[in-house]
């Protein structure tokens, strides 16, 4: 049986608006104009995402692509940059890179998303992989970033995974505490020896400070303005099973990178048993989502040629030296996978074509998965943009109605002791 809570979440990393000939020439990443040109593009996804009843928009985050191909250095700022266009978009990020990230900072950022949007933040954390940013801006925290091919794998993913998990930890305690103190492995919050005796805080924060004038425990402000234990969490484009099972654990939503159906549901296992033992009453196939390119045109030729103007082109050209093309190995295949768009439509992970052939596949993802989310990556800025406008509108009014699907969107649930009026009234 197919979910009745159906959504689509648009993974947008954003890219430059220029051609894959353009980026060619170097530093797209850089021009202006080719900025410019993807923010106009991302804007129309955005508000057309919203109105076709998508449930959230997300950008990844990446940094120093003077390449052009992923200018996402801060996805929260763009969350407000999207909030500011829409009105019941949820609006996410896949994900932060928290290994590097400053947790109390970042759980401030996500806090204040939350009320420019209304209630409308989603939080996603990734692990990251890509070194030069990792381990450039995390260096004072000693991150590294999660790549199998990094000749020190075992002991940057070891200390990466440490990293995470106490960020992680720090962020939900900042969102639902008022006032809390941590000591973990890599931050004690706040450090000894703050003297804060400053009357005003004795009297409107008491706790925060000892009775000798010491700062004992810290709190972020605002806080969300969600219910924190309701606030989604997604950890995007997982690979590895020690993420699955802490994904299961902690109600988060993985995001599955592998359409390669004997391997993601081997990850659908993984995630059921290890929630059932956390005392999680889920089916099988529930709160695990998927990721995918999904182009729909009037012709198959017409969608494959968006494909390859976009995501085609961005993937074999920039993802596959990070081993992208790894998660389309089928059980038991040697040899190198063949670097082409084509692979990465006959192995599913892009599905287009016409309005039936799309049908077709995306049912056969949905049995096989069980799944109540789709996260599709719309690769806005190389990508025509009216192509793959046209493609979300086909998808939605003429593919989802021949599958009986009706999207559905998340209410956020917000604080009991907010009135319901926001600042846009
Ligand atoms: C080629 C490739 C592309 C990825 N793209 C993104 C991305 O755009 N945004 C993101 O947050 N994480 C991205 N991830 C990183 C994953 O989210 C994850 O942090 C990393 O692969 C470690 O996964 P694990 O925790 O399952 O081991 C990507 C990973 C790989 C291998």
Request: charged share 25%; proline share 6%; glycine share 8%.
């Amino acid at each position: 049986m197919r979910s009745s809570k159906f959504r689509l979440g648009a993974f947008l990393l954003p890219s430059a608006g220029a051609s894959p000939a353009q980026y060619e020439e170097g530093f797209a990443g850089q021009n202006p104009n080719y900025y410019q040109d993807g923010l106009r593009d991302t804007s129309r996804v955005l508000r057309q995402v919203e109105d076709l009843g998508f449930d959230f928009a997300a950008f990844s985050e990446h940094h120093f692509h003077v390449e052009g191909l992923e200018l996402s250095n801060n996805p929260v700022m763009l969350g407000s940059w999207a909030a500011m266009q829409t009105r019941r978009l949820r609006i996410g990020q896949m994900g932060n890179v928290l290994p590097a990230r400053n947790p109390l900072l970042l759980a401030e950022d996500l806090a204040m998303l939350d009320h420019f949007s209304e209630g409308r933040m989603i939080a996603g954390f990734a692990r990251g992989y890509q070194s030069r940013h990792v381990a450039t801006i995390g260096q004072k925290l000693n991150a590294y970033s999660t790549q199998p091919t990094d000749p020190e794998f075992v002991e940057h993913d070891r200390q990466n995974r440490e990293l995470f998990n106490e960020h992680y930890e720090i962020i939900r305690r900042a969102w639902s505490e008022p006032l809390f103190r941590h000591e973990g492995k890599h931050w004690q919050l706040p450090p000894d020896g703050i003297v804060w005796d400053h009357p005003a805080t004795q009297t409107m924060a008491p706790g925060m400070v000892d009775a000798n004038g010491n700062l004992r425990q810290i709190g972020i402000a605002p806080l969300t303005l969600q219910k924190p234990e309701t606030v989604e969490t997604f950890t995007p484009f997982t690979t590895s099973p020690a993420t699955i099972e802490w994904a299961a654990r902690e109600n988060v939503t993985p995001v599955i990178f592998t359409p390669i159906v004997e391997n993601a549901k081997a990850c659908i296992d993984l995630y059921y048993k290890a929630a059932h033992e956390a005392g999680r009453d889920i089916e099988w196939g529930e709160s695990v989502g998927h990721f995918r390119e999904i182009v729909v045109a009037d012709t198959d030729a017409e969608a494959f040629a968006i494909m390859e103007r976009g995501l085609g082109f961005i993937w074999t050209r920039w993802h596959d030296w990070f081993g992208l093309n790894e998660a389309l190995r089928r059980p038991g295949e040697v040899g190198v996978i063949r670097n082409h768009p084509s692979t990465i439509r006959e192995r599913g992970y892009s599905i287009c074509g016409t309005v039936d052939n799309v049908t077709r596949q995306l049912e056969k993802v949905l049995d096989d998965f069980k799944t109540d989310t789709l996260v599709l990556w719309i690769a806005a800025g190389p990508a025509p943009i009216d192509g793959l406008l046209k493609s979300n509108e086909l998808l939605v009014e003429k593919v989802l109605p021949k599958l009986g699907i009706e999207l559905h969107q998340v209410t956020p649930q917000l604080r009991d002791e907010f009135n319901g009026r926001g600042w846009r009234d």
